[in-house]
């Protein structure tokens, strides 16, 4: 199906077409029928979906229209509630995008930077408001933001906001939004909080859900190292040397180890630039920006902004931790191999973290293949279970086959005493 077969007005098939979009992707085609009909909407969907569009089409559509009607001081009729910095740049963009022909006006509003900028844009009207829930409520109890007129509202990435925190702030605001309006919750996961949630700000929503039992990471070269704790930075330069690696994400568990990992590969001459929550956002954009323009080779994040972060072509994604949730691992490794194309996928696993790596594997249900021989190899003692008394040491690429094997071997029988 065509955007044009979706009754999509003229403008936005204009900016679409500008753009290069003639099809929609599934979650679009089902999303734009339904909220274009006015229905509420509970979507879920891994990243890279193109779910902005899913519901920045349907609201430009519907506000173009009223424009058309109304006349007078532009007022926030739109909300999109969004957990990053870095998402809410891209929404904006999005709006901005799509919208290009359809007369209307949007900014966002986040926390980080100067307000006076953000203050200005609001005073002097917008249709379209996206924000970040602490840099919102600061400025609705400054009286500088006014939500009695919003007839579109949308939760965007909920289960992020549930992480890192923010469900007290979302609550807030959707006491202050009208009663009437149209809701749209999207959602990489629906974990109880949020389903509960849903169930309180939906009214008969349609449900859309495009998160496979079995997460589909098939376009994807996925390979593990295990690799000591103390030797994952040697590692990381190690393969950095390899030409084949055009650009890298590295995800770091921490600020503090992101930073790290930055230093030492500037010291090797590799270029590369940091992003987490506590640089500014002047930093965080213009990090990513050198990252997208190819002008830094590496960019080291924490799961807290990279959601945010959209790059085509991304040749490799790089889990330096594993991460703590299995579905983190899919919306980590989907930054490449994005719109069908190849990437690899490479994650560095020390004996801590080896219970991570299984519980990933059971989540995409395959063995993620191991890595040939490197140099830093991790080498795992392997203790008898009955005696504790070590007997072997085994490489990396014999581990699976050594657990196999102990696990189906009966255990045997204790010797009987000897009489006296």
């Known amino acids: 199906m065509s955007f044009e077969r979706l009754n999509i007005i003229e403008p936005i098939l204009r ?34 979906t193109g779910k902005t569009a899913a519901f920045a089409i349907p609201i430009i559509q519907h506000l173009h229209k009223a424009k058309m009607q109304l006349h007078g001081k532009r007022v926030i009729k739109a909300l999109i ?21 359809a007369g209307l006006k949007n900014t966002i509003v986040v926390g980080g930077v ?32 006014n939500l009695k007129n919003v007839e579109f509202f949308v939760l965007d990435e909920a289960d992020h906001m549930l992480d890192m925190g923010f469900i007290r702030d979302v609550e807030k605001i959707i006491a202050v939004l009208p009663e009437k309006k149209q809701t749209m919750l999207f959602s990489a996961t629906i974990p109880p909080e949020i389903d509960k949630l849903s169930n309180r700000i939906l009214i008969d929503p349609v449900k859309i859900s495009l998160t496979p039992e079995s997460p589909s990471v098939e376009s994807i070269n996925q390979l593990v190292y295990h690799v000591s704790k103390s030797d994952k930075t040697r590692l990381l330069i190690h393969l950095l040397k390899d030409e084949a690696v055009v650009s890298a994400l590295v995800f770091s568990r921490t600020k503090h180890g992101a930073d790290n990992i930055a230093k030492k590969l500037i010291q090797e001459g590799i270029s590369c630039d940091v992003i987490h ?5 002047f930093s965080r954009q213009h990090a990513l920006n050198r990252f997208k323009n190819l002008e830094s080779r590496v960019l080291v994040a924490t799961d807290i902004v990279a959601r945010g972060i959209d790059i085509d072509e991304l040749s490799h994604v790089i889990n330096y931790n594993l991460p703590e949730v299995p579905e983190a691992y899919v919306h ?29 594997e059971k989540y995409i249900k395959k063995d993620i293949p191991i890595a040939a021989e490197h140099p830093y190899e991790l ?34 029988a204790a010797s009987p005493a000897k009489t006296q």
């Not at 900016?15 to 734009?32: C, S, V």
């Not at 891209?90 to 919208?99: D, R």
């Open 81 to 101: 509630l969004t957990p990053t910095r870095e998402l809410a740049s891209q929404i904006g963009k999005s709006f901005s995008t799509y919208g290009e022909f």
């Open 114 to 145: 100067s307000q006076r900028t953000q203050e200005h844009a609001l005073r002097s009207g917008v249709d379209i408001l996206v924000a970040t829930p602490g840099r919102l409520i600061d400025l609705i109890g400054q009286r500088l933001v």
């Open 15 to 48: 900016a679409l077409k500008k753009e290069g979009y003639t099809h929609p992707t599934p979650i679009q085609e089902q999303a734009i029928l339904a909220l274009l009909e006015h229905r509420d909407l509970l979507g879920s969907a891994q990243t890279g």
């Open 332 to 360: 980590r490794i989907g930054r490449t191999g994005r719109a069908g194309l190849g990437g690899t996928a490479i994650s560095f696993c020390d004996i801590e973290e080896r219970s991570l790596l299984k519980a990933i």
């Open 277 to 281: 929550s506590n640089k500014a956002q």
């Open 379 to 412: 080498t795992f003692v392997a203790e008898d279970p009955r005696d504790k008394i070590v007997r072997k040491v085994y490489s990396s690429d014999r581990l699976r086959s050594y657990s196999s094997r102990r696990k189906s071997k009966p255990r045997r």
